[in-house]
């Protein structure tokens, strides 16, 4: 596996995903226009040349924030998210952010440990933040 930039191949495999795993999965359109951004990156994981997961942060003064983690379900628990994560890292700390932050649903204790394994801990509940219905936990982390 090896995480690469995105390339616009990609958009009809993310979106695929999008909409399988995501409880407020990104439109065509939403996706497109944060793409745009300059200061938004996104990778994506790959196996034999079939994308498998994908990650994205935008940058906001000094914070990463972390816009979306997405592994297909065949390669989770095999540390796809996790070098996603770090990628993700590496490259906020060379464009000058000092920390990163993420939501994620109150209820997805496999992504909540996963954040905390990579140093992040929890700061407050949104309440009802996906979709007016679900939870979500704010978490950072310092770089």
Request: charged share 25%; glycine share 8%.
């Amino acid at each position: 596996m090896k995480v690469r930039p995105y390339k616009t191949k990609d958009k009809k495999t993310i979106l695929k995903m999008e909409q399988a795993y995501l409880d407020s999965p990104w439109s065509e359109a939403v996706l497109l226009d944060t793409l745009k951004n300059p200061d938004t990156v996104m990778l994506v994981a790959e196996d034999d040349g079939t994308a498998v997961g994908y990650g994205s942060f935008s940058k906001i003064t000094d914070e990463a924030h972390i816009n979306n983690i997405c592994v297909d379900i065949s390669f989770r628990q095999n540390g796809t998210g996790g070098t996603i994560l770090k990628e993700l890292e590496i490259i906020a700390a060379k464009r000058g952010c000092n920390k990163m932050l993420l939501e994620v649903a109150a209820g997805n204790a496999g992504a909540i440990r996963l954040y905390e394994k990579y140093g992040f801990t929890k700061l407050y509940v949104r309440p009802k933040y996906y979709n007016g219905i679900k939870d979500a936990v704010v978490m950072r982390k310092q770089i």
